[in-house]
């Protein structure tokens, strides 16, 4: 919910609440301390409510995890990967529309947040919640939340940074090493 609160009109959002009782329609209920999805129910008020924060359920079709990284001045991004079913099956994307997107929102979020590393999940949607304000420059232009060119339809919203950008995906690791090694001055 401090994510939500710090990145509100700097990233597309999804609105987080401390209640369902303040969303309409599905939502999702995920555990404040929780893991890789641990304990969430979707339009299920969990017995220990007070433990979980509300979000409007998102039909996602796409996901990524973008590794971001501060060094020597500057944010990196060592990779875009789209997420396969689990954080572990993953495959790379190194050009093109999502690519840029997902970099743009990555890299706001993080300056926002002031991580020096972290793994960022962005995620394509076909639900549209009231309030993804926010917008990205993508090397196409500016966006507000949606993308509607090239082959890509759909709602655009962060998700989460977390400060562990999945290292233990062999991967991921590679391409972090790889970059830093470039990065070095």
């Known amino acids: 919910q401090s994510q939500y609160n710090m990145l509100k009109g700097i990233v597309p959002t999804v609105p987080t609440y401390d209640s369902s009782d303040d969303i309409s329609g599905s939502f999702i209920a995920k555990k404040k301390s929780g ?4 304990g969430q129910v979707v339009n299920k008020v969990p017995e220990n409510p007070e433990e979980y924060v509300f979000q409007p359920y998102l039909d996602i079709l796409s996901e990524y995890r973008v590794v971001v990284y501060y060094m020597n001045g500057s944010y990196h991004v060592s990779g875009v990967y789209k997420k396969l079913g689990s954080n572990a ?14 970099t743009n929102i990555a890299i706001a979020a993080i300056k926002e947040l002031g991580y020096g590393a972290s793994g960022v999940d962005v995620a394509i949607s076909k639900t549209e919640v009231s309030e993804s304000v926010g917008s990205v420059l ?13 082959k890509i339809e759909g709602n655009v919203y962060f998700l989460e ?10 991967m991921i690791l590679h391409d972090l090493v790889k970059s830093i090694k470039s990065n070095i001055k």
């Open 138 to 150: 993508s090397g196409i232009g500016k966006l507000s939340g949606k993308i509607t060119r090239g």
């Open 161 to 170: 940074a977390n400060t562990m950008p999945s290292v233990s995906n062999p």
């Open 89 to 102: 099956s993953m495959t790379s994307i190194t050009s093109g529309e999502i690519y840029n997107v997902c």
């Open 35 to 38: 893991q890789k999805q641990q």
